[in-house]
């Protein structure tokens, strides 16, 4: 059963230039995959917090340390993403906005929302004087 | 004769068989969390996760609490069925591939069940 066949984005790179239409495509499923597993920590976040005000400090402190906030950061922004380009594809669903101007426009919006919403959840993250 | 209804007779035979469930799921759980998660995000951003007792307090209302627990429902089903696609059109064969499927049900099954007792603890501790 185990071929060696080409996998679904085999074709990007040697055979043609990617587009944003397909990068946007793959970055949906990256960031899908990231969210999943990074859904866990949500989970450790909530035991901690129930445990008690020891156990939640040392959660606090564990998030507020460099490699912390990078990875809040960045699953900030696969949120964002994610919660974005989902809009555009329950629109799609309604079989509505799929002719190429239309989907280069929603594709534009998309990445610009992601990055100013990242932008001021971090704003208010830091603001908030907890920055973690 | 055949007393059978045509659409029991057609019932699950099409290609999609009950494909259908899966791709509705993977919605409704979207169309929850896309509704919510703003509203999660801002509560978590804003008490910068630095103030327990805020944290805590805002578990002892019931709506938010219920919230919670729907937000973490939809999040664990969506995730589950999200990756079940992934690990479908990336591995094939028999041995990994349903290794990582039990692992992703065994999983985010936990998950969820962890989560909601962690949120009615918070309901029932603040």
Redesign the interface.
């Known amino acids: 059963?185990?071929q060696k066949r080409p996998?679904?984005p085999f074709m990007i790179g040697p055979y043609y230039r990617p587009q944003i239409t397909s990068m946007m495509s793959i970055l949906h499923?990256a960031t899908?995959?990231i969210?999943?597993l990074g859904?866990?920590a949500?989970?450790w976040?909530?035991?901690s917090?129930?445990m008690g005000?020891t156990a939640?400090?040392a959660t606090?402190s564990c998030?507020a340390s460099p490699y912390g906030k990078l990875a809040l950061a960045g699953f900030?922004f696969c949120?964002m993403y994610h919660?974005f380009n989902?809009?555009r594809?329950?629109f799609w669903?309604t079989g509505r906005g799929f002719d190429i101007p239309a989907v280069y426009r929603s594709g534009y919006a998309v990445i610009v929302l992601s990055l100013l919403s990242t932008a001021i959840?971090w704003w208010?993250?830091?603001s908030?004087?907890?920055?973690? | 004769m055949n007393y059978r209804d045509p659409l029991a007779t057609a019932r699950g035979l099409g290609s999609a068989k009950s494909g259908f469930g899966h791709w509705w799921a993977q919605?409704v759980s979207?169309?929850i969390?896309?509704l919510l998660?703003?509203f999660v995000?801002?509560c978590l951003?804003?008490?910068?996760?630095?103030?327990?007792t805020m944290?805590?307090a805002q578990f002892a209302n019931p709506l938010w609490s219920g919230a919670s627990v729907l937000y973490?429902l939809a999040?664990?089903w969506h995730?589950?069925l999200?990756?079940q696609v992934?690990v479908e059109?990336?591995f094939?064969?028999?041995g990994l591939e349903t290794a990582l499927q039990l692992a992703i049900k065994i999983?985010?099954s936990f998950?969820a069940v962890?989560?909601v007792t962690?949120?009615a603890?918070?309901a029932l501790?603040s």
């Not at chain 2, 951003?45 to 327990?52: E, I, N, T, V």
């Open positions: 059963m185990s996998m679904s499923r899908g995959v969210l999943a859904s866990l949500l989970v976040v909530l035991v917090l129930s005000e939640f400090a606090r998030l900030a949120l919660l989902g809009i594809h329950l669903d959840i208010l993250a830091t908030s004087g907890g920055a973690a | 919605r979207a169309l969390l896309a998660t703003p995000v801002y951003a804003r008490s910068g996760l630095s103030d327990y944290l805590i973490v999040l664990f995730a589950r999200g990756l992934v059109d990336y094939h064969g028999r999983v985010f998950a962890v989560a962690a949120i603890r918070l501790i």
